[in-house]
């Protein structure tokens, strides 16, 4: 059953019910016994169930004194106390702070304090959490899931006493994303206006609810996985599978077994289905998946076809950042007439390419993207008025990225500011060179880089991830830089190459180019 053709009143009913954070209560009341997430290890949760903890967790802040506007830290992995926290904030009016749980204990401390944390509430396997929580002396409730830790109390056992039926009184909570800067500490991004999703960009998904089944195998506490997975389930009534950590062959299954129609994954997530064995693929089916969202960093042409290949046109690519902005949307079949671009120019908020100097370039030159800010619904990096300032130009912000629209206004990403090589004066965007080097039959993966050089400054370095089966060797080297010189402008052309076991990722998938930098540049008081 599509509810945007056949009960336009329930439609209503949800959006309004989007505007108090309430969405999840909704489907409680229509699907009660209903899946709604299923634990990595298999555990299925009822709608009901995860509806009633979602009210018991708010009426236990509330008294402990957490009022509209609070923060509460959540410091967890993929699991349903994940989605109740969400759920409960969302309709209390608190700032929710999901935090990488993989830092160490100094940077999640950081974010706790940095966040205003007044709420902790954390899982028992971050063996940091209680040393982390520590440097947050304002955080009133400590809560843990999955175990014992000293100076916590039991999250499941606080909130037990508390009613589970729905709170009378919900206001819309807000969320603070932590972006995960190249440089210096991250920052709080703040909107200004909550974000809220009308239930109709669901059913365009082809979400059935009742049908549908969401997977999200990328960390929930990252803005894609948070939004497109977590949220997207919750408000669109499908069931949520949680993946705990990549395995290729067993999220394969996970696809196959559970039925999963929706789901979204970043390239490199893409790069290691596609490498499992074709005796592998062909044990799983997949032709029931409807709709694969990605984005979070480039994906190279040869590897998207290959998807395309195999799970059929059901790819959408998106461009957007925690900041907000217009967002790029491109389907399969759009991007097949438009390889490697993420989209056409939005209709209702501009973008613009603007030069060092400011000024607006055409189509056909690359330059700093610039995305206007919704009215009212700009954004702040929390408690950093210099970054915010940094990143506007009038009613436009940027996020860094750099690229250029085409004739027929669709964007192609070039790279990014904080990772173009200058050598001789010249700009050089490594993405592009990226790009070519993986379509080579020995190449995984890719990292171009800008290496130290005396007279140019800056000299183009490609530091290389080789597939199973191929070994480092100067000849692969030469053979490498030959396709590249093949398929690039000389002044592109990597000028040496290394070969690496791994490249550093951040848990979005992106490359870390930073990190595959440093040692290039190591004990050297010019940075470029």
Known sequence: MDLADTDPALVERLDMAALQGMQLAVWADLQPEAVCVVDPDGTEHAFAQVNAQANRLVRLLRAQ?????????????????????????????????????????????????????????????????????????????RLVVGGAVEGFDSYAEAIAPFDGSDIADPVLGNGMMYTSGTTGRPKGVHRNVPVVTPYITYPMRGYVPGQSVQMCAGPAYHAAPLAFDVRAAMAGGAVLVF???????????????????????????????????????????????????????????????????????????????????????????????????????????????????????PNGQAGAIYQQMPPGGGFTYFKDEAKTSASRVGDFFTMGDVGYFDEDDYLFLTGRNAETIISGGVNIYPQEIDNELVKHAAVADSATIGAPHDEWGEQVKAVILLKPGHQPSPELADEILAFARANLPGFKVPRSLDFVADLPRSEAGKIQRNKVRAPYWEGRARQI
Request: aromatic letters at 8%; hydrophobic letters at 45%.
């Open 243 to 361: 993946v705990d950590k990549w395995d290729s062959e067993q999220v394969l299954r996970t696809i196959a077994e559970r039925r999963v129609t929706h789901f979204h994954l970043v390239p490199i997530m893409f790069q290691r289905l596609l490498a499992l064995p074709a005796e592998v693929k062909a044990k799983y089916a997949t032709d029931h998946v409807q709709f694969i969202i990605h984005g979070a960093a480039p994906c190279p042409p040869e590897v998207k076809r290959a998807m395309i290949d195999w799970f059929g046109p059901v790819l959408t690519e998106y461009y957007a950042g925690s900041e907000g902005g217009a967002g790029f949307l491109i389907d399969s079949h759009e991007w097949l007439a438009k390889p490697g671009s993420v989209g056409k120019r939005p209709a209702l908020l501009q973008v613009r390419i603007l030069d060092e100097a400011g000024n607006d370039l």
């Open 65 to 141: 004194g957490l009022e509209a506007g609070d923060s509460v830290a959540l410091i967890c992995s993929n699991r349903v106390e994940f989605v109740e926290v969400l759920a409960a904030t969302l309709r209390s009016g608190l700032r929710l702070t999901p935090v990488n749980w993989h830092l160490s204990a100094d940077e999640i401390g950081y974010i706790v304090r940095d966040c205003e944390a007044k709420a902790v509430i954390g899982e028992a396997r971050v063996s940091v959490l209680a040393e982390a929580v520590a440097q947050g002396p304002d955080v009133q409730v």
